[in-house]
């Protein structure tokens, strides 16, 4: 039965790129998807669009391709990803202007347009948002971008017309490596069952070496070797949707049945219900078998009919966060921590410092589970604590107040503070609203090279 071989070629946006040079070079790879787009990283990306209308694609979209173009040219390996961020046509100049520079000819590159809908919302301000159930308008002043998770139709429709490297937007993350499968295999949109499959696949893949050892790594418990040389994972995909998952032999890490079943209920809400945009995936049936070392097998996906709606990404400027820290040593230093804390509290307050919500962490005791776990520490078997204090104002220069408290903490005490720093924020957050797919209109826009 015929396959394909998918790898991994990045799991968020800043990630490692030695591991997927690897993958293009030794592992046999047909695609390599590079998925760089998280919720925020769009609406940030948007801001910089705004800012300059050449840019808002992926802050590494040159570093990797420099590297990446040469093995998808050399090895045949074609190249899918939402590097373009906000800006797909731009990324997609700027790979060409790569290529030609390298002196890469042969290429043809497509950018897929169609899921940024900030134009339209207008259109969607009396839809509840998921997170709150508050009307969209609540925020309408702050809205910065508003983008559509659509599906695989725009990469399908580059790769049947040739295109060599496909960059896209805010696509879900599975579509990168459903639609080869469906290209490839000649799968139909309305195949559930398949779609269901393909969906798995690109869902294992999508967080890069977090499936083959990565985030699974806990010492003692869970030990995986070669951490320091983990592998990105390969997915090998028959006709019917079955999938191997492997690793090249000499990449450090584990691809294991308990690494395939974490990964598989990541971010999963309800396994028999798992919505995307193509299909409401199913996978409560799913096998998995160990079939050799580092070779796992997944089968038995099933799905039903996508529900009609696009989740949208909206992003809106929310606060300004200003913070400070300041580390304590030696006998003493949790009670000199608090002492500090209890100073930065009071001052702020004495200068009516307009903060909305403050918050007083001291890392290694609290910062995570605040009293659950903080109250069994005992204070004097603290050799050093490190006092954190953050807070959320409207206006930056409010923001600013709360790390100069934390510095002036050096000469006004308590004694033997160091490594101060301070910063601000702009935060940028995100609401969703599920919008018509019938709204969005995809378009592929192409260069050659």
């Not at 390599?32 to 992926?58: H, V, W």
């Not at 093995?71 to 030609?100: D, R």
């Not at 950018?111 to 509840?128: C, F, M, Q, R, W």
């Not at 809205?143 to 490297?165: F, K, P, Q, T």
Request: one cysteine or more; charged letters at 25%; proline letters at 4%.
């Amino acid at each position: 039965m015929r396959t394909i071989r998918i790898g991994a070629g990045a799991g968020y946006a800043g990630d490692r790129l030695e591991p997927a040079l690897d993958l293009m070079e030794k592992g046999n790879l047909d695609y390599i998807m590079f998925e760089c787009l998280a919720e925020r990283t769009i609406s940030i990306a948007q801001q910089q669009k705004l800012k300059d209308p050449t840019k808002g694609y992926n802050n590494l979209l040159e570093h990797r391709m420099v590297k990446v173009l040469p093995l998808s040219k050399k090895n045949n390996v074609k190249v899918i990803t939402n590097m373009g961020a906000a800006n797909p046509i731009s990324a997609a100049k700027k790979i060409k202007e790569i290529a030609q520079n390298l002196g890469v000819t042969g290429l043809k590159i497509a950018a897929v347009i169609g899921d940024d809908v900030t134009s339209k919302i207008e259109n969607y301000l009396d839809l509840p948002t998921i997170e709150t159930g508050e009307k969209l308008s609540t925020i309408r002043d702050s809205i910065v971008s508003a983008n559509a998770y659509i599906g695989a139709e725009g990469i399908v429709e580059a790769l049947r017309n040739g295109a060599d490297v496909v960059v896209t937007g805010r696509v879900a993350d599975p579509a990168l490596a459903i639609a080869p499968l469906i290209y490839e295999f000649g799968w139909s949109f309305e195949d559930y069952s398949l779609l269901g499959a393909g969906t798995v696949v690109g869902h294992l893949l999508e967080c890069g070496a977090q499936v083959s050892g990565g985030y699974f790594a806990d010492p003692g418990y869970k030990d995986v070797p070669e951490l320091w040389n983990v592998g990105f994972p390969i997915a090998e995909v028959n006709e019917n949707g079955e999938v191997i998952i492997e690793k090249l032999l000499d990449a450090g890490g584990v691809v294991s049945k308990d690494t395939i079943k974490e990964q598989i209920l990541y971010e999963i809400h309800d396994p028999a219900n798992y919505l995307t945009p193509n299909v409401i995936c199913d996978i409560t049936e799913l096998t998995i078998e160990e079939i050799g070392k580092d070779r796992v097998l997944v089968k038995g996906a099933k799905g039903k009919e996508k529900t009609g709606l696009f989740k949208t990404s909206i992003g809106y400027k929310d606060c300004y966060i200003g913070e400070g820290e300041m580390s304590y040593g030696g006998s003493g230093a949790y009670e000199r921590a608090k002492l500090a804390g209890e100073v930065v509290k009071k001052r702020l307050e004495l200068i009516k410092a307009p903060i909305q919500e403050l918050r007083i962490d001291y890392i290694g005791v609290n910062s995570l589970y605040k009293e659950t776990l903080g109250s069994q520490i005992d204070p004097k078997e603290l050799n050093e604590v490190r006092l954190r204090v953050a807070g959320r104002t409207e206006k930056r220069e409010d923001a600013v107040l709360i790390g100069n408290e934390v510095e002036a903490l050096y000469t006004n005490g308590p004694a033997g503070g160091g490594g101060a720093r301070s910063g601000v924020k702009e935060i940028v957050s995100i609401l969703s609203v599920l919008i018509p797919s019938e709204d969005v209109t995809i378009e592929v826009i192409y260069e050659e090279v």
